[in-house]
């Protein structure tokens, strides 16, 4: 059984940094397609980031370039999201999610394994 655990959340200002991780289990993480989506109260669920196996090929959500950073180690099973910048719409429960594939896709249906979320709450 594939399990996704998110740490990292919190309470920060705005124009501060938080790094969010995933640490997989139960699966071939090296061969999962990695994504991070959030979901602010009273919202749709929306695309954030999301990183190829290899790490090699990378997506953003245009709200977020140039502010957040996706990652991957695939030697201690863990995606992280690196978050500057940011802002009081930042605010959201952020999810990481993983699927089996090459492309990166960014709908939520398209991600078989999910997260429980992770609170970030951006003051300002």
């Known amino acids: 059984q594939v399990q996704l655990v998110e740490s990292g959340g919190g309470l920060v200002q705005a124009g501060g940094s938080l790094r969010l991780s995933c640490a997989v289990s139960g699966g071939t993480f090296s061969s999962y397609i990695m994504g991070w989506f959030r979901q602010a109260q009273g919202k749709e669920r929306e695309f954030v980031a999301a990183?190829?196996?290899?790490?090699?090929?990378?997506n953003y959500a245009d709200s977020v370039k140039g502010r957040f950073t996706i990652s991957r180690d695939n030697t201690k099973n863990t995606a992280y999201l690196r978050m500057n910048s940011l802002k009081p719409e930042d605010t959201a429960v952020y999810y990481c999610a993983g699927r089996i594939g090459s492309h990166l896709y960014t709908l939520p249906r398209e991600y078989g394994y999910w997260g429980q979320g992770t609170q970030v709450t951006i003051s300002s």
């Open positions: 990183i190829a196996w290899s790490g090699g090929s990378t």
